[in-house]
T-cell receptor
Framework: EDQVTQSPEALRLQEGESSSLNCSYT??????LFWYRQDPGKGPEFLFT???AGEEKEKERLKATLTKKESFLHITAPKPEDSATYLC?????????FGKGTTLSVSS | DAGVIQSPRHEVTEMGQEVTLRCKPI?????LFWYRQTMMRGLELLIY????????DSGMPEDRFSAKMPNASFSTLKIQPSEPRDSAVYFC????????????FGDGTRLSIL
């Protein structure tokens, strides 16, 4: 069964304190791994797509990496505006299978 | 460009009533997806359409749920009769292709069934 597990469930950081979020997956025939950001009361907002092991993508303070079994979202020197829930999803067929997310809180 | 538009943003109704959620996808996107988000189960796919045709409705929880896409710019998700356990946030998303393209989400409808 295709499955996505994200850890930790919640993460509290001080501004400037770098860390990583984990997304472990089990899927037959990975077509892509997607990272989304979700703010309260909003829909998920697309961040990155990764297609193959070894691939990396960067956007501002965020960097996503992919191995054959997991993906990491590295947050470098986070700011309070980076506070959100980060969702990971894998695509095997057409559907996206989402993890339950990591809720990040960054305090100044 | 306008994103995915959903209405209403909030809906509160009593058990047994019919509920209709609406979605306007991004113009030019061939795929439309309906998801439900709860604290317990996270985001779950309910049904998706390709070129207005339902392709996979295996995620629809019961016969009380139905979805239609009468044209490329409009879709509805209907619950009849509604039950308290249907309370959740319902999202619509669209994408230009089925694979390798990100899905773009609306801001959802928060549904509360009393």
């Amino acid at each position: 069964e295709d499955q996505v597990t994200q850890s930790p469930e919640a993460l509290r950081l001080q501004e400037g304190e770098s860390s990583s979020l984990n997304c472990s997956y089990t899927v037959s025939g990975l077509r892509g791994l997607f990272w989304y950001r979700q703010d309260p009361g909003k829909g998920p907002e697309f961040l990155f797509t990764l297609y193959s092991a070894g691939e990396e993508k960067e956007k501002e303070r965020l960097k996503a990496t992919l191995t054959k079994k997991e993906s990491f979202l590295h947050i470098t020197a986070p700011k309070p505006e980076d506070s959100a829930t980060y969702l990971c999803a894998v695509q095997a067929g057409t559907a996206l299978i989402f993890g339950k997310g990591t809720t990040l809180s960054v305090s100044s | 460009d306008a994103g995915v538009i959903q209405s209403p943003r909030h809906e509160v109704t009593e058990m047994g009533q019919e509920v209709t959620l609406r979605c306007k996808p991004i113009s030019g996107h061939d795929y439309l997806f309906w998801y439900r988000q709860t604290m317990m189960r996270g985001l779950e796919l309910l049904i998706y359409f390709n070129n207005n045709v339902p392709i996979d409705d295996s995620g629809m929880p019961e016969d009380r749920f139905s979805a239609k896409m009468p044209n490329a710019s409009f879709s509805t998700l209907k619950i009849q009769p509604s039950e308290p356990r249907d309370s959740a946030v319902y999202f619509c998303a669209s994408s230009p292709a089925s694979v390798n393209q990100p899905q773009h989400f609306g801001d959802g409808t928060r549904l509360s069934i009393l």
